[in-house]
């Protein structure tokens, strides 16, 4: 059986082949990712986020609680010194940035009418409260988990938001 030899790796210049193609490549990931967390028993959390800016996410467990997981063990492979001061500067830092996303959103409210705006107007808002509801979930399930509280949220399995 004769192989096919090394794919040149360069962007896709037609727009519906580079579609099909990621479409099947997020595919096989998925599967990849699937095979992984079942055959070595490994908590797997992937996201892929279109072209068009859709976001396609798979894991394991609870996304949430994996994300949460990353957290600790990056904050504490970067700063092991630094303690429970680490903990309430990142803190802070989320807290501030979630207020920076309000303030974002509450300009655009008062610069655009929703029901005048076109796509483009709409989906930057989208863009604004999804990113907000996330860090806010994300703020909501660290700060159980620090409380010592379990974050009751809903596994994420293969699951697509438009």
């Not at 896709?12 to 082949?17: L, P």
């Not at 929703?114 to 703020?139: Q, Y």
Request: glycine share 6%; with cysteine.
């Amino acid at each position: 059986m004769a192989r096919r030899g090394r794919v040149e790796l360069r962007r896709i210049e037609d727009k519906a082949s580079r579609q099909v193609r990621f479409s099947k490549r997020r595919s096989g990931l998925f599967k990849k990712a699937f095979e992984l967390a079942l055959l070595c028993d490994a908590e797997v959390a992937l996201l892929v986020f279109s072209p068009a800016g859709k976001l396609y996410e798979y894991s394991s467990t609870s996304i949430e609680d994996t994300y949460g997981r990353y957290q600790r063990f990056a904050g504490t492979g970067r700063n092991m010194n630094e303690g429970d001061r680490n903990n309430n500067d990142s803190q802070d830092a989320a807290a501030s940035d979630l207020q920076s996303r309000v303030k974002e959103i509450a300009a655009w409210s008062e610069q655009n009418n929703a029901n005048e705006s076109d796509a483009n107007e709409l989906e930057k808002l989208e863009k604004l409260l999804t990113n907000a509801l996330r860090d806010t979930k994300t703020k909501k399930m660290l700060a159980k988990q620090n409380n010592g509280g379990e974050g009751g949220s809903t596994s994420s399995q293969n699951r697509r938001q438009d």
